[in-house]
């Protein structure tokens, strides 16, 4: 209760210092990240870590063209440790609250419409001024040298216990004899970033946003289906804790099948799976140094990094099921 009224002090000085003049009271909206609070037209997101991913992610709004529908940006934080954007509030519901009860024909509506604001997006130029992304999902960076930095993490993997360092070799290996797969790893095109249904608004009818831009750079457009064909097998991952039991893997089987048909230059790469393989380490490896096994193998949850790194080793991951051609 107390780090909830935290956050709403946070949310009311962001609003005062946007020159909104709000006494009335603020509803907290759920968040994988942020802390978000409505006030009926107005939505303010407040980051409370020492970084400037709001005031990029405003910027990036501004170079949106009109297909893609994001909300019109009222004001921004300005000043250190002052990361809060004000937003007009959307109509709509995230996508993965409504999946479960939508009809299997709105559900495919639902991709198409995504499939139009993906292409606009994957379209628009990044400005080189445009600052880089704080700490992106995967450890890889743009040019020559993409798997550098999943190179050093498994090396650092070696040291960590119940992780078992023939799987790490295993690991590298792949990457390093894969690597000019990614080949070009450089793009002046946006991307998202940070793509599954719960940065998606619907309205019953349609797309009326797509929110959470943190993370959207300049990179090839398959990278964002590194993210979206996670989240289809792991929907638990991606939503509020306690919504968890919302978010049914079944019910996300057809999903890339149908942004396949509708987007098929996003899947034309002639080395996909292996893009797609490498991507998903860098994803995984991250997230299992955030968080190394607490115990053996078959103590953890089929969701843990561990878990999936070694799918992807065995060929038994989500990406396996994908359908090809």
């Known amino acids: 209760m107390a780090a909830k009224r935290l956050g709403e002090l946070r949310a009311r000085r962001a609003l005062a210092d946007a020159g909104l003049d709000f006494q ?17 037209d107005v939505v303010v997101r407040v980051n409370r870590r020492i970084h400037s991913r709001l005031r990029r ?12 529908p994001y909300p019109k940006v009222l004001a921004v934080g300005d ?20 999946w479960t009860s939508m009809a299997t024909a709105d559900r495919r509506r639902a991709v198409e419409g995504l499939t139009v ?10 400005p080189k001024e445009l600052a880089d992304v704080t700490d992106p999902p995967q450890l890889l960076h743009p040019g020559a040298m993409a798997v550098d930095p999943l190179l050093e993490a498994l090396d650092r993997a070696r040291a960590l216990e119940h992780i078992d360092r023939g799987v790490v070799e295993e690991l590298r290996g792949y990457v390093r004899g894969t690597r000019p797969a990614l080949d070009p790893f450089q793009s002046t095109r946006l991307i998202h970033g940070d793509l599954h249904f719960q940065n998606i608004l619907w309205d019953g009818n349609h797309i009326t946003a797509l929110l959470d831009l943190e993370f959207a750079r ?3 457009s398959d990278l964002d289906l590194d993210v979206f064909l996670r989240f289809c097998s ?3 991952l991606f939503v509020p804790i306690g919504r968890e039991h919302e978010a049914r893997r079944e019910d996300y089987d057809d999903v890339p099948v149908w942004l396949r048909a509708s987007y098929p230059e996003l899947f034309a790469h002639p080395a996909l799976m292996d893009r797609l393989r490498i991507y998903s380490i860098a994803f995984d490896l991250k997230s299992l140094m955030a968080d190394p096994p607490r115990g ?8 843990h990094p561990y878990r999936r790194l070694m799918a992807t080793v065995r060929h038994e991951s989500y990406l396996d099921r994908l359908p090809r051609g």
């Open 234 to 236: 792991y929907p638990s």
């Open 296 to 303: 053996p193998l078959n103590s953890l949850k089929l969701s």
């Open 24 to 40: 009335g009271s603020l509803t907290s909206i759920e968040s994988v990240t942020n802390e978000v609070w409505a006030t009926g």
């Open 57 to 68: 992610e405003a910027e990036i709004a501004a170079l949106l063209p009109p297909t893609v």
């Open 117 to 126: 604001i993906l292409r606009a997006l994957h379209g628009t130029k990044v």
């Open 79 to 98: 000043g250190y440790g002052q990361d809060w954007v004000a937003l007009e509030q959307m109509p709509g519901t995230p996508l993965v609250r409504c």
């Open 218 to 220: 300049a990179a090839p």
